[in-house]
């Protein structure tokens, strides 16, 4: 079971302030502490499963719900601006290394949150502090890009308007298995909701790293990287997963393509509940010193 706390407070303006939660899976001894980034529309409780059987092996887990996300401030799907959500990992990991002094750090993001932890990889304050990161699905590139208009309103919105949010419809029935993604569209903390600036941030910070231009003071591109995408992954799209990994140090890198997995990779398939995947990235984990 996890434990929440107020990781923050922040000071602002209507729904520009209030507390940032955060989520902690604990155990005595801990020999790794891995520090987990969530998706959009979803919040950290979702990693319950995943949390616990890293807990069997000694591994320790702390997340927090995104601005914008779950048990946290902000308008639902406003998660923005980015250096402002890089300022919040700081402090998470800030959290985990204070929790467990000594003890090797790793930083997973999934979908949004893996776009954000290749971002925080190279402009992250604190990105030479995390002994290895772990990223799935990464919002890269999407099997169905926006439409023209659509991308020139996030554009111009997230400049004008910038909370200004769109339906992302995401159909849970390609997450993955559905007794692992469990009541997704009844869960009150689910949303369907991205604003603009997210957007605009997210595609922005996309482009950027696949074309190798995202440039930052804090490079931690020299740990190593596990990253995983499922071949049946119908949101994110493979093709720039697999140009990150080109574009990566070979030496450093571990790439996995999964046949039969979904988009929410850690939630297995049709024909997996995604535990296979866990341990595999458990594995992974635990091989770091």
């Given at each position: 079971m996890f434990r929440e706390f107020n990781l923050k407070e922040v000071t602002g303006k209507g729904q520009d302030k209030g507390i940032i939660i955060g989520y902690h899976w604990s155990v005595e001894a801990a020999e790794k502490v891995v520090v987990i980034i969530h998706g959009i529309g979803e919040y950290a409780g979702r990693y319950d499963r995943l949390a616990n059987i890293f807990n069997e092996k000694n591994i320790a887990v702390l997340s927090m719900d995104l601005r914008g996300h779950g048990k946290s401030f902000g308008k639902r799907g406003h998660t923005a601006p980015r250096q402002e959500i890089l300022k919040d990992i700081d402090d998470l990991i800030i959290y985990a290394l204070e929790a467990y002094p000594g003890v090797p750090l790793i930083l997973y993001g999934h979908s949004m949150g893996g776009n954000m932890v290749l971002d925080y990889r190279i402009r992250g304050l604190l990105a030479n502090r995390p002994s290895a990161f772990v990223v799935t699905a990464p919002w890269v590139r999407l099997v169905k890009p926006l439409s023209k208009p659509l991308g020139l309103a996030a554009l111009v919105l997230s400049k004008l308007g910038p909370s200004t949010t769109f339906e992302s419809k995401i159909d849970s029935s390609v997450l993955g298995n559905p007794k692992s993604v469990g009541e997704y569209k009844k869960d009150p903390l689910v949303h369907g909701k991205i604003s603009a600036e997210t957007a605009q941030d997210?595609?922005?910070?996309?482009?950027?790293?696949?074309?190798?231009?995202?440039?930052?003071?804090?490079?931690?591109?020299?740990?190593?990287?596990?990253?995983?995408?499922?071949?049946?992954?119908?949101?994110?799209?493979?093709?720039?997963?697999?140009a990150i990994a080109k574009n990566d140090d070979a030496k450093l890198m571990t790439y996995l393509e999964l046949e039969g997995i979904y988009h929410e990779v850690h939630n297995g398939g049709i024909d997996s509940d995604g535990t296979e995947v866990i341990l595999r990235i458990r594995d992974f984990v635990a091989s770091i010193d």
């Open positions: 997210g595609f922005t910070t996309a482009r950027m790293l696949e074309e190798v231009k995202l440039q930052g003071d804090f490079n931690g591109k020299g740990k190593p990287i596990l990253l995983i995408h499922g071949k049946e992954d119908k949101l994110c799209s493979i093709q720039g997963t697999r």
